[in-house]
């Protein structure tokens, strides 16, 4: 079984390897198309259900930012991370109640979408004197049942986090609907990114338009043509969800 087991394993080895490059080959070209560098591009590699060994072979192979989906998965893995070269975010829906088990641990949150939550990152990062880094999720396709602020609310929203000590508004991120057609998608990406530029145009104080957090592993070349500067790559990069893990 031990056997089988170091096999299996280095072929999940192998295949992130090549899917790296693969990942790494398609953001390069989609920079390189919007008018930038590959290096304007962050690619962030989300480990929702994947292992902590797989991961830090990935960190190994030049990963330098990885974003769990869920604050218990993050706590169990946390101890186990590579971190001395990679940054460790959040990117899940994110309860108040949970936001005690990140504050210190992570150096983003891309998943703030009320005040409430904003509120109680700021209570508890002001505790232990810390400024805590955090994108406002938009709901750009206004489904009923997802999180993120409704566009029509995203100024209100960003004015009034940006007045909050200990937080500080790093840009925008967003999720287009699972069931858009490709077109659909692309015009979601676009409506985002023209958000991000009208904001970062405002000069608000404590609002730096750094980050615009979009595309996944079925949509991400998309999104870099879209505007996009930071894409969340699970999938494509590690295999299909294993949720029995």
């Not at 930038?36 to 060994?53: G, N």
């Not at 490709?182 to 023209?194: A, G, P, R, V």
């Not at 530029?197 to 750094?210: G, H, L, P, R």
């Amino acid at each position: 079984m031990t056997e089988k087991l170091s096999s299996d394993l280095e072929q999940r080895f192998l295949d992130v390897e090549e899917n790296l490059k693969t990942v790494r080959g398609r953001i390069a070209e989609a920079a390189v198309k919007s008018g930038r560098t590959p290096q304007d591009i962050t690619l962030l590699a989300a480990t929702k259900t994947v292992s902590a060994q797989i991961i830090n072979h990935g960190i190994e192979l030049g990963i330098d930012h990885i974003g769990e989906n869920r604050v218990q998965e993050l706590e169990d893995k946390l101890d186990s991370y590579d971190l001395s070269n990679c940054e460790l975010q959040f990117i899940g829906h994110l309860q108040t109640n949970k936001v005690k088990y990140l504050i210190g641990r992570v150096s983003m949150i891309q998943s703030v979408d009320q005040e409430k939550l904003a509120k109680e990152i700021s209570r508890l990062s002001e505790k232990q004197n810390l400024t805590t880094d955090i994108l406002i999720e938009v709901n750009i396709g206004h489904e009923p049942n997802k999180s993120g602020v409704l566009p029509q609310n995203l100024y209100e929203l960003i004015e009034t986090v940006s007045l909050l000590p200990g937080v500080r508004i790093r840009g925008l991120m967003a999720i287009p609907p699972a069931g858009a057609s490709e077109k659909e998608t692309m015009n979601y990406f676009l409506q985002m990114n023209q958000y991000f530029v009208d904001i970062k145009s405002k000069k608000i104080d404590n609002v730096a338009m750094d980050f615009l957090s979009m595309g996944m592993s079925a949509d991400y070349p998309q999104a870099i043509l879209a505007g996009a500067n930071l894409v969340r790559v699970g999938t494509a990069l590690f295999g299909p969800r294993n949720y029995n893990r």
